[in-house]
């Protein structure tokens, strides 16, 4: 099977190329990714070094480079992971989080359609469902209904691919998942951001009143559920994945928790205004995964939280190397008026 995996220097895509290399060691594996501020080639160096992939430095929104490199490899399956992904980025300024999720997906479907791809998964997210109230949970018929430029650029994106398989049954399939964490994880999000802050004893920014409620995926689980799909799962559909039912924790216990596992002081969490538009809890329903290909999630947050702090505590280069530059640009803009 020759893969490719577009985003593939990014969190998810750098772990994902790694899990199928290890699960599935007789595949070709091509990685792409044009390297935004969020891309690290350094996610992929063992990798590279060992020349186990193909990488190519190619923007998405970029048609005739993307015809290029379909023309050239000749894949059979498409694992499409790039994008922005940072809603509070996408609440500064949306343009990019259209022409990349938006643009950028369309012209995937259309090199993957003349090219003949077999199997086309579109990695999305819960966002697109919008909030849920204190109870319930998303299931793949919920009506889509984002409430930032992120979201609603991933909704698109959901559609775009959706309407391909409807109209000209292109063999796509769509996930949305919940929050991830784990290794590689770029220090703008909640976890590797108050993980790194704590290390380097500067403040937590809590948006609001931290009671807002994620369910926690670990990525090793998410990759696990990417590969069954991209082997089983059934074209023009949807399948939700998400984190154990312990793992949905309000941000201030989730703010806590590291602060405990790190063995530094609740004083270091700070309050800060919220964020515009705010989803207050996401919840998932992943029992069609679970029924059709039998994937469910498998660690803990608690013993997934120690992972993430161990791998973090061993790779101070990697993120350290990260805070910095336009890093702390974006930093500034995003909380330096934000102290309540
Ligand atoms: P990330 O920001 O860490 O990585 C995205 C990667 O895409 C980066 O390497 C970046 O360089 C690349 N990229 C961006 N624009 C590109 C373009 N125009 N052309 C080629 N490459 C481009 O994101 P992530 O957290 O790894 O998320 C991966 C996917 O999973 C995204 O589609 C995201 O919407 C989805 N997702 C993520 C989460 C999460 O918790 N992280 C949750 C749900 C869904
Ligand atoms: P984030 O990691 O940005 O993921 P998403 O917005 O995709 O859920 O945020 C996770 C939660 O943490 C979300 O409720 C916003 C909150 N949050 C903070 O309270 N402070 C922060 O500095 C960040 C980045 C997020």
Redesign the pocket.
């Known amino acids: 099977m020759k893969v490719i995996i577009t985003g593939a220097a990014g969190f998810i895509g750098s772990n994902l190329t790694h899990h199928i290399l290890a699960k599935r060691p007789d595949w070709s594996v091509t990685a792409l990714d044009s390297l935004t501020y969020a891309g690290n080639l350094g996610n992929l160096s063992s990798p590279l070094a060992e020349k186990r992939i193909e990488f190519t430095k190619t923007d998405i929104v970029n048609l005739d480079a993307l015809e290029q490199v379909f023309a050239a490899g000749k894949f059979d399956a498409v694992l499409h992971l790039a994008a922005e992904s ?3 980025r996408s609440l500064m300024d949306g343009a990019a989080f259209v022409k990349t999720n938006v643009l950028g997906t369309q012209n995937l479907i259309s090199v993957s359609r003349s090219h003949g791809i077999k199997r086309f998964v579109h990695v999305s997210t819960d ?1 697109v469902y919008g909030s849920l109230g204190p109870t319930g949970r998303f299931v793949e018929t919920t009506p889509l209904d984002p409430s930032s430029p992120y979201s609603a650029s991933k909704a698109a994106s959901d559609l775009m691919v959706l309407a391909a398989y409807r109209s000209h049954g292109f063999p796509a399939i769509v996930t949305r998942c919940t ?1 991830n964490y784990g290794a590689y994880h770029f220090p ?3 976890i590797p ?1 108050f993980i790194s802050n704590a290390l380097e004893n500067k403040p937590l ?3 609001g009143d ?1 009671m ?1 409620v ?1 369910s926690w995926l670990y990525v090793e689980d998410h990759c696990a559920a990417l590969l069954s799909v991209l082997e089983g799962g059934r074209f023009g559909e949807v399948y939700n994945i998400g984190g154990a039912a312990e793992a949905e924790i309000a ?1 201030l216990e989730t703010t806590k928790a590291i602060l405990r596992v790190l063995g530094k002081p609740e004083t270091l969490i700070q309050y800060v205004a919220d ?1 515009p538009g ?1 989803d207050r809890r996401y919840a998932i329903d992943y029992s069609k995964i679970n029924k059709e290909l039998g994937w469910r999630p498998t660690v803990g947050f608690e013993a997934g939280l120690k992972l993430t702090v161990d791998w973090y505590l061993k790779n101070q280069d990697w993120w350290r190397s990260i805070k910095s530059g336009e890093y702390m640009k974006y930093y500034e803009q995003q909380y330096g008026s934000k102290a309540e």
Request: glycine letters at 6%; aromatic letters at 6%.
């Open positions: 940072h809603v509070d966002e929050n703008e999000k909640l951001l920014p809590v948006y931290g807002q994620r941000n964020r705010h």
